[in-house]
């Protein structure tokens, strides 16, 4: 049963990066939604195919610069368990762009900074990144959105395939 001013949703993201590397995670999210913003949590799991399976709880939140959410801040943090691995990321975002295109389609960017905390190594790290793509309504309750990414800019000389990726991320409201 819906409960108001929420929305639920279920979806499945590939993350392919260039070098060969993968993470696939599929689960469901609730989100509260407000002219301001929005908050979510989502949980699911994960795996790279090769090395770990893993748990995925991850804490978002978007802040509208504008009334239709055309521009924002946005914030996840993302936590992850498995046997081989276990890592809190949070991901910053000062300015995201959604921009629509017409009634079921829009485009998006995604400029951001990344810290990954490596709970079995016990190292930080950090990155700058951006993600661009576009978003397809498929049916009133079904998504698909297609996007880019670039990792590591702080390193802009290296253009190979660690540092780039595409992803595919299908999702359905609930």
Known sequence: MPVPGLDGSTSLSSYQNLDGSNLTIGGVEEKAKSRNG?????????????????????????????????FNQNLRVRNTVGSKSAATQIRYSPLSVNIPLGKNTSIYANPHYVGKYNYKTQKWTNSAGVFAGVTQKLSPKTS???????????DTKDNSGKNWGVNAIISCSL
């Open 144 to 154: 698909l959105s297609l996007e880019v990414q670039r990792y590591n800019l702080q």
């Open 38 to 70: 929005s908050a979510a949590a989502f949980l699911g799991i994960g795996t790279d195919f090769n090395k770990d399976a893993m748990a995925v709880l991850d804490f978002k939140g978007a802040l509208n610069y504008d009334k239709n959410g055309t």
